[in-house]
T-cell receptor
Framework: GAVVSQHPSRVICKSGTSVKIECRSL??????MFWYRQFPKQSLMLMAT?????????EQGVEKDKFLINHASLTLSTLTVTSAHPEDSSFYIC??????????????FGEGSRLTVL | GQSLEQPSEVTAVEGAIVQINCTYQ??????LSWYQQHDGGAPTFLSY????GLEETGRFSSFLSRSDSYGYLLLQELQMKDSASYFC?????????FGQGTELSVKP
């Protein structure tokens, strides 16, 4: 199956710093990628839809200036958590749908990035 | 808007069959996906129903009835490794919005 690679898998940073998370589709092109966050014992919350070559579409309640998303190529999307605070500590997961698609309902997920802000 | 209902927890024994039901109310509904997530891991795709009826993939089957806004995931010959969270995920306007999921515990 298609492979999505996410890096770093774990990151610890100090409050006030910025952290960049990369999401790459390794063996397929993805015009659209999705970013989710997940708190312990909770479900995945969709943060934003990342569109190649255009601005991301953020879900209601997600601060676009806080969570900067860039989708510069058909295989790479990045999420930058700016001025991170302890409440931003979470599990961030990216996903991608292959294009041209083989299954509209199928997303391939990265391994996730666990962010801890001290 | 969207609402989803699936049981929060299900317990079954090895070798048994379990059915996880899902009812949904979603605008712009295209179809229903099912995902599995083990603790600490990323979700993995199990199946997608774009049309009414049953889809079978190995030990897993998924069913959709659009008229009833209802679907289910059927897991047969349960194994310990099936212990995980299972999410029914309506496809809404190209986006997959996850609900709270069902935590399945498989006992020996």
């Amino acid at each position: 199956g298609a492979v999505v690679s996410q890096h770093p898998s774990r990151v610890i940073c100090k409050s006030g710093t910025s952290v960049k998370i990369e999401c790459r589709s390794l063996d397929f092109q993805a015009t659209t990628m999705f970013w989710y966050r997940q708190f312990p014992k909770q479900s995945l919350m969709l943060m934003a839809t990342s569109n190649e070559g255009s601005k991301a579409t953020y879900e209601q309640g997600v601060e676009k200036d806080k969570f900067l998303i860039n989708h510069a190529s058909l295989t790479l999307s990045t999420l930058t958590v700016t001025s991170a605070h302890p409440e931003d500590s979470s599990f961030y997961i990216c996903s991608a749908r292959p294009w041209p698609g083989q299954g509209i309902g199928e997303l391939f997920f990265g391994e996730g990035s666990r962010l801890t802000v001290l | 808007g969207q609402s989803l209902e699936q049981p929060s927890e299900v317990t079954a024994v090895e070798g048994a069959i379990v059915q996880i039901n899902c009812t949904y109310q979603t605008s712009g509904f295209y179809g229903l996906s099912w995902y599995q997530q083990h603790d600490g891991g990323a979700p993995t795709f199990l199946s997608y129903n774009g049309l009414d009826g049953l889809e079978e993939t190995g030990r897993f089957s998924s069913f959709l009835s659009r008229s009833d806004s209802y679907g289910y995931l059927l897991l047969q010959e349960l194994q310990m490794k099936d212990s995980a969270s299972y999410f029914c995920v309506p496809l809404q306007g190209g986006k997959l919005i996850f609900g709270q999921g069902t935590e399945l515990s498989v006992k020996p």
